[in-house]
């Protein structure tokens, strides 16, 4: 059985962390919104670490 792999996120304007698969986020260049506080930026400025960020590319592509 395969298990999706998650991303770790961090909003940059209440510090909010949590984690989410990446069929469930936008791509890393369109905008995404904090649930908590509705900051918008765009999805990659959320990935908590760089390989977060290469994670949610390459498993979008």
């Known amino acids: 059985m395969a298990h999706e792999a998650y ?3 961090l909003c ?3 510090s909010k ?3 989410m698969t990446p ?3 936008p791509a890393h ?3 995404y919104s904090c649930p908590d506080c509705h900051a918008t930026r ?5 990935m908590r670490t760089d ?3 290469e994670n949610l590319k390459e498993l979008q592509s």
């Open 51 to 53: 390989r977060d960020l």
């Open 23 to 25: 069929s469930e986020l």
């Open 29 to 31: 260049d369109e905008n």
């Open 17 to 19: 962390d949590w984690e």
């Open 42 to 46: 765009r999805t990659a400025e959320f």
């Open 7 to 9: 991303v770790q996120l």
């Open 12 to 14: 940059p304007e209440c």
